[in-house]
């Protein structure tokens, strides 16, 4: 099933989100139509969120942005980088910040360079309940800080200098009214 992104401006995506019982949801139907959300809108990541749950649940697929790379040019953390976050808690993020332009399926048509650093330790389970507890590096780490900053309320565009953010300012503004163009459902308040 693919659920409606929710957009800017809709109060759920400035909650920070609640653990997940185990059990107490179908982890494995509700991640695999996550999956099937984010790729309709050529996404990378999806939180939970993003379809209007206000769950600590992400979901990551790295690997499309590999895709017709030259060989020196592929980034060796998204190989093999689909994975399922469930209740995760960042313990660490260390090395250089380094900037990168982002974007988000619920800001469609805005991207802002953001600086992030290099490595993240997290802990998480698994759709399976799994316990794991990993360091990532590179895109890879961009893509989970992402992703994470969305359960604890936090958007892309908050980590914009003044200056960018006064220019997307009208931008935004369309946004929560639906003025907004976009490939994939959105699910906009009436």
């Known amino acids: 099933m693919i659920y409606p992104i929710i957009p800017y401006g809709d109060p759920v995506l400035r909650k920070v989100a609640k653990d997940i019982e185990p059990s107490s949801i179908d982890l494995i139907t509700l991640t695999d139509d996550m999956f099937e959300t984010m790729y309709a809108a050529s996404g990378v990541g999806l939180a939970a ?3 209007g749950k206000d769950i600590r649940l992400f979901v990551v697929d790295g690997r499309p942005m590999n895709e017709g790379e030259e060989e020196e040019d592929i980034d060796t953390s998204l190989i093999d980088f689909k994975k399922v976050f469930v209740n995760p808690t960042i313990i660490d993020e260390t090395g250089e910040e380094w ?4 974007g988000c399926l619920s800001i469609p048509g805005i991207r802002g360079e953001v600086w992030r650093p290099e490595y993240v330790k997290i802990h998480y389970y698994t759709e399976h309940w799994e316990e794991k ?3 990532f590096e ?4 961009r893509i989970i800080q992402h992703e994470y900053d ?3 309320g936090i958007l892309f565009t908050d980590h914009l200098n003044v200056v960018k953010k006064r220019l997307i300012k009208n931008k935004l503004t369309d946004i929560t009214r639906g003025k907004v163009s976009v490939d994939y459902k959105m699910k906009f308040p009436r």
């Open 49 to 51: 969120p993003q379809i």
């Open 99 to 102: 900037g990168f332009e982002e």
């Open 133 to 135: 507890e990993e360091v």
């Open 138 to 141: 590179g895109l890879a780490a």
């Open 150 to 152: 969305h359960i604890e």
